[in-house]
């Protein structure tokens, strides 16, 4: 499929989605384009019920590293320009969030700044030897914005976020993985192990995967007194579906479920 504002996407028979940062000469630096193009797809995605999983990589052996500072002169020189690139990473962070599916980052060489952010946006972390992690803002003079810090308080804890934000390092394999930036590491590469993850959640009920992720989400911000009525419909309309009945079916004649998400 062809590149669009260097992002690349890509789908299997099996449901699995991947969506490709494509900006290799700066290792998959993000560029305006490319946050609205993020934006765009990972909206589009929500209620495409053929797509089951997704996952998030870059090209050419990085993840990213992170906003493509040589477009600030242009782009972030006056209040409306600071304020258009900032609505439009918010809004990509937000539709990968809040995508209803499960999402999956792999991770390989540099997963920095603003692609640690689209990292930690995702459900899960999967990462390879050569994985480095971390958000350099205080190497920058920036504040982290509160979107991205939430999404990197809840994933860490408050101790290793304040390391995070703080230091401004850039952390090595073995501490993404001790601290909880990562949930997995594949010995065969990042994208190897994404791809066994993302077969493993493509298999399973899609109406029950979209409602936990409702009801965790809800819980984490506080917010399952709001959506009780949203939780209650989707418990409602997995007990109701087809997928529900097919489970029973294949426990009874024992086999291997057929979930197709209605």
């Not at 006056?78 to 999956?104: F, M, N, W």
Request: hydrophobic letters at 40%; charged letters at 25%.
């Amino acid at each position: 499929m062809a590149i669009e504002a260097g992002v690349l996407v890509e789908q299997d028979d099996a449901g699995i989605a991947v969506v490709t940062l494509h900006n290799p000469s700066k290792r998959n630096a993000v560029t305006f384009a490319m946050w609205t193009r993020l934006a765009e797809i990972f909206t589009e995605f929500r209620d495409r019920t053929d797509v089951r999983t997704v996952i998030l990589t870059g090209s050419e052996g990085n993840f990213s590293a992170g906003a493509d500072i040589s477009e600030f002169p242009r782009l972030r020189s006056t209040p409306e320009g600071i304020k258009a690139y900032s609505e439009a990473g918010h809004a990509a962070t937000i539709a990968i969030r809040d995508l209803p599916q499960p999402t999956i980052a792999a991770i390989s060489g540099y997963g920095v700044g603003g692609g640690c952010g689209l990292a930690l946006a995702c459900d899960f972390r999967v990462g390879d030897e050569t994985t480095r992690m971390g958000i350099p803002a205080a190497k920058r003079g920036i504040v982290y914005s509160e979107l991205d810090s939430e999404n990197l308080l809840r994933t860490v804890g408050l101790p290793k976020a304040k390391l995070v934000l703080y230091s401004g390092r850039i952390f090595p394999l073995h501490a993404c993985r001790s601290m909880g930036l990562l949930d997995d590491v594949g010995e065969d590469g990042a994208m190897a192990a994404a791809k066994r993850l993302a077969h493993e959640l493509a298999a399973c009920a899609p109406l029950s995967q979209r409602g936990a992720k409702l009801t965790l989400e809800a819980l984490v911000r506080d917010e399952a007194g709001a959506r009780a009525g949203e939780i209650v419909a989707a418990q409602k309309r997995a007990a109701d579906s087809e997928d529900y009945r097919e489970a029973t079916a294949s426990f009874i004649e024992k086999r291997h479920p057929v979930f197709r998400g209605r």
